[in-house]
């Protein structure tokens, strides 16, 4: 803190004449006073700091809590393929079951096609010649929309499409003139009967494109359907046809991604203990503490992080994957969480539901789940414990804030009494050295007239 006294205050304070340095006596007064607001704010600086270091850790937790939750997505989400891409693709829609289906397709499921018997000279050509309708159904569900003079080819088009009933309507330039296109919804419930047609746009008595259901095979299971996307007809799986032909559909858990999560997780873990044993120290020779020095939130959060991976899981008879250590997973001397990937893998392929059961299980005690309730828990922003500890740590650059204040204001009084005070005295000090310079040329004055008069 920076106080400002002296000339500001009183112009010529301290006259030299009088050996007294009145100024420099009420900076130095005032500096001592100002010491103790100094001291709260260093310290109040190291708080500002503790409460960073915090925030830092805090930041870091999530970072695990991410990680871990990837792995347990990792965990449960299949990745499915199709051994021939031109006959069918394939994409996870829920939950499914590791393992291999055979599709057998024969025939793709398509709409009918209609198209006008007669030609326009442009798109912006009249499509009618007076008010009425063009109304149609697909399958049992009636459509209308409504034409006048005004109605142009292209705007015919728009206002079937504009029905949402499925039906799409286009206007096609065959070379010399335009034509409209009518396609149905794919499958054989969803065919055009054209009602009232009050347009110019003529169509015969038979679409050019017949439609067709989807015709194939499951596993052997005849399979009839009206589109070419089949949903849930392999639980958890969105299939969509794209010519005809065999192929083959994995459902398998992608372990490289899976064991690639696990070394983020592991590195995540590291990092988050590194900053943890940076910020527990204590230096004797300045008396300063890291921010996490004795710190019971810090100490519990990480205590129960490591108490995660110990134990036993999959606890049943000649189960050898049943422990943190037979995934992979361990500690070194130092703390830090080692993983070997080679062990990790060896046990998928040995027992894949072993490993997921370890690390995320139904009665939420895998390490995954653990670690994820732990962090959730301590940074609670209501109760949680590091929250507590972050809240702890403001109270008192606050309380710090509230001394600094009074003790400045107190400060400032004090200065403004010394001020006034020394002004007096300056006063009294000046008038004094006139007195003192009065008698002096008076005595010198008078002893020089008698030496002068002998």
Do not use: C, R
Request: charged fraction near 5%; glycine fraction near 6%; hydrophobic fraction near 30%.
């Amino acid at each position: 803190m920076s106080t400002q006294v002296g000339s500001n205050y009183i112009l010529g304070l301290g006259n030299t004449n009088n050996n007294i340095n009145l100024q420099s006596m009420l900076q130095e007064l005032v500096a001592a006073q100002e010491q103790p607001i100094t001291t709260l704010q260093a310290e109040q600086t190291q708080q500002q700091a503790y409460l960073q270091t915090f925030s830092n850790l805090g930041s870091q937790l999530s970072q695990l809590q991410t990680s871990a939750n990837t792995v347990i997505s990792d965990l449960t989400q299949e990745n499915p393929t199709s051994s021939d891409s031109s006959v069918a693709t394939v994409t996870l829609d829920g939950t499914s079951s590791p393992g291999s289906h055979i599709l057998n397709v024969s025939q793709l499921a398509q709409g009918q096609t209609w198209v006008s018997t007669n030609g326009f000279a442009s798109t912006s050509n009249p499509a009618a010649t007076e008010n009425g309708v063009f109304s149609f159904s697909i399958g049992n569900q009636t459509y209308s929309v409504s034409v006048n003079s005004s109605t142009t080819l292209q705007g015919l088009a728009n206002s079937i499409n504009a029905t949402n009933s499925g039906l799409q309507a286009d206007v096609i330039y065959n070379g010399s003139t335009y034509n409209l296109v009518l396609n149905t919804p794919t499958g054989t419930s969803n065919n055009l009967t054209i009602n009232t047609n009050n347009t110019l746009a003529l169509f015969g008595s038979s679409p050019i494109q017949n439609s067709q259901n989807a015709l194939l095979t499951i596993d052997g299971v005849s399979v009839n359907s009206s589109t070419n996307n089949l949903k849930n007809y392999i639980q958890g799986l969105d299939i969509n046809l794209q010519g005809t032909g065999a192929t083959q559909i994995n459902l398998s858990y992608n372990t490289n991604q899976l064991t690639q999560d696990m070394q983020t997780f592991v590195t995540n873990y590291n990092k988050l203990l590194q900053t943890v044993n940076q910020n527990n120290t204590y230096d004797s020779s300045t008396n300063l503490a890291g921010a996490f020095f004795g710190n019971t939130a810090v100490e519990g959060i990480m205590s129960s992080l490591q108490n995660s991976f110990l134990g036993l899981f999959n606890q049943t008879k000649d189960q050898s994957i049943n422990s943190a250590m037979s995934i992979g997973l361990s500690f070194d001397a130092n703390g830090n969480l080692q993983f070997n990937s080679s062990t990790f893998t060896q046990a998928l392929s040995q027992d894949y539901n072993a490993v997921s059961n370890i690390l995320n299980n139904t009665q939420n005690n895998g390490i995954m789940n653990v670690v994820n309730n732990t962090i959730s828990n301590a940074t609670n922003v209501t109760s949680g414990s590091l929250t507590t500890a972050e809240n702890n740590v403001q109270n008192q650059i606050n309380s710090l804030q509230s001394q600094i204040n009074t003790m400045t204001a107190n400060l400032q009084t004090y200065q403004n009494n010394l001020v006034v005070q020394f002004s007096q005295l300056n006063t009294v000090m000046n008038e004094t050295q006139s007195e003192t310079n009065y008698l002096n040329t008076l005595f010198n004055t008078q002893n020089g007239s008698s030496s002068n008069g002998g």
